[in-house]
């Protein structure tokens, strides 16, 4: 079992940054892939980035492509998100993820991941 607690969200204006972290808990962090998903009101949730369990492979929705950047760092338990260039279409309740690596196939698939955190919101004021 992985709990996941996302933190960083908040109210940004346009052209500003934020950077989202999910910590997990357990000892094995590095054997998950992780991803993020983001869901605005009355929209489908939608994915955003995923990252391999060794961090060297990353996934990116081409929407975020070059402004966001997804990372994590075993040692700590977390996932991260940067998020530059925000733009109000990214606001949003942002997601992490985890599903065991060696079951990862579409990355981009919400029915891929077997563990979800609470969300945190994201407003990109314009």
């Known amino acids: 079992q992985v709990q996941l607690v996302e933190s960083g969200g908040g109210l940004v204006q346009a052209g500003g940054s934020l950077r989202l972290s999910c910590a997990a808990s357990?000892?094995?962090?590095?054997?998950?892939?992780m991803g993020w998903f983001r869901q605005a009101p009355g929209k489908e949730r939608e994915f955003v980035a995923a990252i391999r369990g060794s961090g060297r492979i990353t996934y990116y929705a081409d929407s975020v492509k070059g402004r966001f950047t997804i990372s994590r760092d075993n040692a700590k338990n977390t996932v991260y998100l940067q998020m530059n260039s925000l733009k109000p279409e990214d606001t949003a309740v942002y997601y992490c993820?985890?599903?065991?690596?060696?079951?990862?196939?579409?990355?981009?698939?919400?029915?891929?991941?077997?563990?979800w955190g609470q969300g945190t919101q994201v407003t990109v004021s314009s």
């Open positions: 357990g000892r094995t962090f590095s054997t998950y892939a």
């Open positions: 993820a985890a599903v065991l690596d060696y079951r990862f196939r579409l990355g981009s698939k919400a029915e891929t991941y077997d563990y």
